[in-house]
């Protein structure tokens, strides 16, 4: 793909943000991205954004009734929990095209009106006969086949969450920033046998937009303060895994393809070696480790020694979020990829205050969706 | 006169102490335990799990019950959906009669006798709604029987005869949760000896026996001291009633009595009880093999508040909107039948139906098939999130799912049932099988389907 422009970040805090509205929250998100990027509404042309819950919105509108922006092309993009950055995908292929100049991609996510535990159910798309499963769940029966076929341990699984609360803890916009000991994740309450509280990303409410443009143009605009998006691959699996037979549960085939034909397009044969940290989608402490797996920074059944050794760690060999992941800030769905790419944008700029990774020139970020279905990998690299 | 080839009894994994009951509820124990089922089987998926034993084909399937679970539908129809009958046989309820059993079993004497039908399925099961802290809280159990009658069997119909007499018994209205009763009494001494002699009369008369002809006599009744009475009476040694293990199975108590009795050859007398009396005479010849041992041996003891639970009277079950019905009605060879589909091109046995491969995406190239009994568990969880039956979670009673391998291929997410909070055992490689259950209510309609449990 031609490279596209990244001049502006826009990012609420995220959290139980009980006294808003989704609309001040993309307000907030999209008013710091205009401001962060120099620009005025006016001069944007066309909107992606993401909702994935109806109840958050649906269509265009969902955008234009929020900042009164009326009379241009907005799409509303719905793709589980990677709906944040097909988002962003599809706002980048646009502008790659040529066929606008300024676009904003943004997302948001208002969950905590739902009044559920964890995610609020959502009706009628499974088969009838079919047991409901929690998000929690889902992942939790691939922690299991893992401990059973890799020997990996509840232990295991909490240094995820204490390494992406340690980072967290440090982040002005993170839901939760307080660092957590192994000891109080493994005695937290159990979710979904083997995950606990701590091993779950939290239902939180956010709003993150990202003001994309062609480069030319941003060389124009912001001199070389600007990142750019190498490629975005992304890959559809089925959302029945447990219906097919070949699926392994011990890594995530929408993740691997994904990652694959993103690493393609940026030329990049050895991830670990070529890029410098990633963001994965950790929205359970397990699903971190397989992505490690999945995306190439080591071999099947190896994502523990990983994070034993502190390969992972911000200091470490290779960083994994830095930021602190979905762990730290909750998973507003549709906000949440759009906010990866805000937060690789930060880190190759060298403007992640406290957070930043040594050296940060180029990254990549992980954005997977419902029963492992969705994925779609970003690279993003300094100008 | 027609012949029994097979029987099968279905007793529900929980069996509760009814000293248990007595200790929460200060009613006097009527001692021993009563069968009581999970919270997702009723009178239809006992009568599922009852009948699967049993091999072969039937061209007419009657179920027996005081307590179907719908006012207007049939369950037989959906009993031989789930069986995988052909959509030719002859269905039929017999409901609302404590007779209705050997009601159901005369009338497939009568299908089979006259060559109408030439093989019948007869199942009978109850789980009669009783009010915690009443004398038929300990009474009843909840239990299924199914019959096999054909024309040749091991035990032969020699005949049967009737009486008929309304009294106050029990009853339940047809807007009443539990079962109601005047004065147990009046049933026990005016009703229960008198209708079984007096339909036993005419038939020993018709088939010119004798009380010593007869080996053994097994009868439904109204409670367990009325058998003993009606017995010491006739001057005979009374057999296992069940009380003490399962409870009165409603009308299915007689099918129960009559499966283990098959159990040793010998003339028996049957009894049915219920504003009057059904009495055949069997004669027979070859002992079959009944699972009662099995089922009694297999089950679990259950505390008061989790048999509460079980009932519905503990905890808030609140469902979020399944898919309409009629896709339920379209998906049934896949939901209940429990086909899934083997690819002709990759040769993947998958589930459910669909037009494309899971594997391999050929369209429309497979042929279905009926997946297996058995399998093994791929994978696993125990869900805080959601409550079994997929029910918002309460945080209390999770809900275990599991992934499973099943024999002769095919793999289906199930949720794990026959458990409340231990879930000892279920682990990736463990053997389970599938059980016909309640999925969940919904839409005020009842969504059946398979699920999974360990082994019995």
Known sequence: MREVAVIGCGVTKFGHHWEKDHEDLLVEATYEAISDANIELKDVEAVWCGTFYPSTGISGNVFSDTVKFFGKPISRVENYCATGMDNIRNAAFAVASGAYDIVIAAGVEKLMDAGSRGLPPIEGIFSVGMPVVSAPAMFAMAANRAFKEWGWTREDLALVAVKNHYNGARHPKAHFRKEVTVERVLKAPMVAYPLGVFDCSAVSDGAAAVVLTRPEIAKQMVGDDYAVIKAIGMAVETMHPWHRPSESFLSFPATVKAAKMAYKMAGIENPRKELDFGIVHDCFTVTELINYQDMQLCKPGEGAELIRNGVTAIDGDFPINPDGGLKSFGHPIAASGVRMVAELTKQVLGKAEGLQVKDAEAGFAHNLGGPYSVATVAIVSRS | ?456
Not at chain 2, 147 to 158: H, S
């Open chain 2, 1 to 456: 006169m027609a012949s029994i080839g097979s029987c099968s009894v279905y007793l529900p994994v929980w069996k509760l102490s009814r000293d248990e009951i007595s200790k929460e509820t200060g009613m006097p124990s009527l001692g021993g335990e009563k069968a009581v089922a999970h919270w997702d089987e009723d009178s239809v998926t006992m009568a599922v799990e009852a009948a699967r034993n049993l091999e072969g084909k039937f061209d007419a399937v009657i179920f027996a019950s005081t307590s179907p679970p719908f006012r207007i539908k049939q369950c037989a129809s959906f009993i031989a959906s789930a069986l995988d009958l052909p959509e030719n046989i002859f269905t039929m309820d017999i409901t609302d009669s404590m007779r209705a059993a050997t009601d159901a079993l005369i009338t497939a004497n009568e299908f089979v006798d006259s060559g109408r039908f030439s093989r019948v399925l007869v199942v009978a099961a109850d789980r009669i709604p009783t009010k915690p802290g009443t004398l038929y809280e300990q009474l009843y159990g909840d239990a299924a029987a199914a019959i096999v009658v054909e024309k040749e069997g091991g035990a032969k119909i020699l005949g049967y005869s009737t009486s008929t007499k309304p009294l106050p018994g029990s009853w339940m209205l047809a807007g009443d949760d539990t079962v109601r009763d005047y004065d147990m009494r009046v049933d026990a001494r005016y009703g229960y000896a008198s209708s079984v002699q007096q339909a036993a009369m005419p038939l020993f008369a018709k088939l010119g026996l004798s009380p010593a002809d007869i080996d053994r006599i097994v009868a439904s009744a109204p409670d367990p001291r009325s058998y003993e009475g009606l017995l010491k009476a006739v001057g005979a040694r009374p057999e296992e009633f069940y009380f003490s293990s399962v409870g009165i199975a409603g009308s299915a108590h007689p099918l129960l009595l009559l499966a283990t009795q098959l159990e040793k050859t010998g003339r028996i007398l049957l009894g049915g009880y219920g504003e009057g009396a059904d009495v055949l005479a069997i004669e027979i010849d070859e002992a079959m093999e009944s699972n009662i041992g099995r089922m009694l041996e297999s089950r679990k003891e259950i505390s008061y508040g989790d048999y509460l639970y079980n009932r519905g009277f503990v905890g808030i079950r609140d469902a979020p909107d399944r898919p309409s019905l009629t896709k339920f009605w379209r998906d049934e060879k896949s939901i209940i039948r429990f086909y899934g589909m083997r690819c002709q091109n990759c040769g993947t046995v998958s589930y459910p139906i669909s037009r494309c491969c899971i594997e391999c995406g050929a369209k429309d190239n497979y042929e279905e098939v009926r997946l297996g009994e058995r399998g093994k568990i791929y994978t696993f969880t125990v869900d805080y999130l959601v409550m079994p039956g997929n029910y918002t979670g309460d945080g209390v009673h999770p809900h275990c799912v599991a992934v499973v391998d099943l024999d002769g291929g095919g793999r289906v997410m199930f949720e794990v049932t026959d458990t409340l909070r231990e879930f000892n055992g279920i682990e990736c490689d463990a053997e389970v099988e599938r059980t016909f259950r309640l999925l969940f209510e919904k839409n005020n309609f009842r969504y059946y389907g398979w699920k999974a449990r360990l082994p019995r």
